[in-house]
């Protein structure tokens, strides 16, 4: 929308010079025609302006119901699976089409109000035509314009019109860059909550410790946190990577939809204050002393982007870009193909690669759309291993995917990363028995720790969590066979180079 905007604006600016030499010509060869299209011509782009207010009205409507359109979409195509499990696809379709029906109602009063701007603009230039060439007709009868004169005027008449619909064409398409660069200013007016300390320490490896939970990441070790609840948990990863608490999103723009007037000012002025109240807070969240310390120092005295170089946190959520599989996986491009392939198998993501009819430069689809989503997970952790972070948290790696390929997995991902500090988030055994130690999350406390097998013996609060998945257990063994078995196949296959 800005670039038809600048567009617009550059025809806008040569349509005024041509306009300005028109209306010179214009008087030198009569003075009283001239100052008509002089006068006119401004008054009849003015006129213009009353449907401003009803046409940016529209497509303020439009753009919020577009946007609840695309989200809802969104939402129930990643669902679907678990709608069509509870029923619910009926219910979400109908919601689905009665926004999509507000959608389009609002799409046909913005043309509506964009079409009447258009149809004013052709009336009103034709309209000045006529009146020219009717003045210019009597002008003629009364001997003060030759024939060819006339001629002339009603060439330099109908040229007028490209200038006159181009002044009306930037007025429709300024209100139309208002509704964007209104979006455009809350999302720059944003501003990163961290500071760089005055004198940074350097980052070096050691035990994460938080000391709020009492949870101890050794260095070196797999750790795997269980809680009843994982949002506690991933409360927790948050921490220990140095993010900042999970918040509600700041409140949206308002629009015209909603309020009007005075009312629309007041609440716009209330919601600014809400989200410098969220900046504000996050501030001061910031720039305090963490609580996490790596290594003995507090993440604080760190610079952030080397505590992210760091700290890896690879979440449930994280996202696949468009493009190609290489980018997905190696963003940076710094990686060796031996060293993607590698990390593609240690996230069991080789049938992503041999989906794709490019292989490595097969072309990956917005967020993923194309993948499943258990293969979206993979391509990520494969990212995520890829960047061999000296230390890697994992949230929930491996909750879209099936037993046989969890299980496998989680042996080659305890393989890959052993010697180095990793922490995972998982209820699953076939997680935990790789696990060097394991820590009981509740209530955002940690209540105990040790082995699986130990605590299995040991503790109720941990059988209660994990025993949903013991049914799991038994599948090992063929994992064990299966990861052998791949690991044969992928010493005897050559993925074609990038």
């Not at 009103?124 to 020219?132: D, E, K, N, Q, T």
Request: glycine share 8%.
């Amino acid at each position: 929308m800005f670039g038809a905007v600048l567009e617009v604006t550059e025809r806008t600016i040569a349509a005024l010079g041509a306009f300005l030499l028109l209306v010179w010509l214009m008087i030198s060869t009569s003075p009283k025609l001239g100052l008509i299209v002089l006068i006119a011509s401004p008054l009849l782009v003015a006129s213009s302006f009353f449907l401003l207010r009803p046409l940016h009205h529209a497509q303020e409507v439009e753009r919020k119901r577009s946007s609840e359109l695309t989200g809802r979409v969104t939402d129930i195509v990643a669902g679907l699976r678990i709608l069509r499990g509870i029923g619910g696809e009926d219910t979400f379709g109908t919601n689905y089409a009665t926004q999509s029906q507000l959608t389009r109602q609002a799409g046909v009063a913005t043309g509506t109000w964009q079409a009447a701007v258009q149809a004013l603009s052709v009336l009103f230039a034709g309209l000045l035509l006529v009146v020219l060439t009717w003045q210019g007709v009597h002008e003629m009868a009364a001997g003060r314009l030759t024939i060819g004169q006339l001629v002339s005027f009603f060439g330099y008449a109908v040229f007028l019109l490209w200038p006159i619909q181009t002044f009306f064409e930037c007025v429709q398409r300024w209100a139309t860059g208002l509704v964007s660069a209104r979006k455009a200013i809350t999302l720059l007016s944003l501003r990163s909550p961290w500071i760089e300390p005055e004198h940074p320490a350097e980052i070096v490896d050691g035990d994460l410790v938080d000391p709020v939970s009492g949870l101890n990441v050794r260095q070196g070790r797999l750790t795997a946190l269980v809680s009843a609840l994982p949002d506690d948990t991933a409360a927790l990863v948050d921490r220990l990577g140095r993010y900042l608490p999970r918040s509600e999103a700041p409140p949206a723009d308002v629009t015209e939809d909603e309020f009007k007037g005075r009312a629309a000012t007041r609440e716009r002025a209330k919601r600014m204050a809400e989200r410098a109240a969220i900046a504000a807070h996050d501030a001061e969240v910031a720039h305090g002393e963490w609580g996490v310390t790596l290594a003995g120092t507090d993440l604080s005295a760190f610079r952030i982007r080397d505590v992210r170089r760091h700290i890896a946190v690879n979440e449930t959520s994280a996202m696949v870009f468009a493009g190609s599989l290489q980018r997905n996986v190696d963003p940076r491009g710094t990686a060796s193909r031996d060293e993607a392939e590698e990390a593609l198998r240690t996230a069991c993501a080789e049938d992503v690669y041999d989906a794709l009819p490019d292989g490595w430069q097969g072309e990956v689809e917005e967020r993923g759309r194309g993948l499943s989503g258990g293969q979206r997970q993979r391509v990520a952790l494969a990212r995520a291993l890829l960047a061999e972070p000296p230390v890697m948290l994992l949230v929930e790696p491996t909750s879209a995917v099936d037993a046989h390929t969890e299980a496998r997995i989680a042996a080659r991902v305890a393989e890959h990363r052993r010697g180095r500090t990793t922490l995972v988030t998982t209820a699953s055994p076939l997680w935990l028995r790789h696990a060097d130690e394991i820590a009981l999350i509740v209530d955002g406390k940690v209540a105990v720790t040790g082995t699986h097998e130990g605590l299995l013996a040991t503790s109720a609060a941990y059988r209660d969590v994990v025993a949903r998945g013991m049914e799991t257990t038994p599948l090992q063994p063929f994992a064990d066979e299966m990861d052998g078995a791949a690991g044969r196949r992928h010493e005897g296959e050559v993925m074609s180079d990038v």
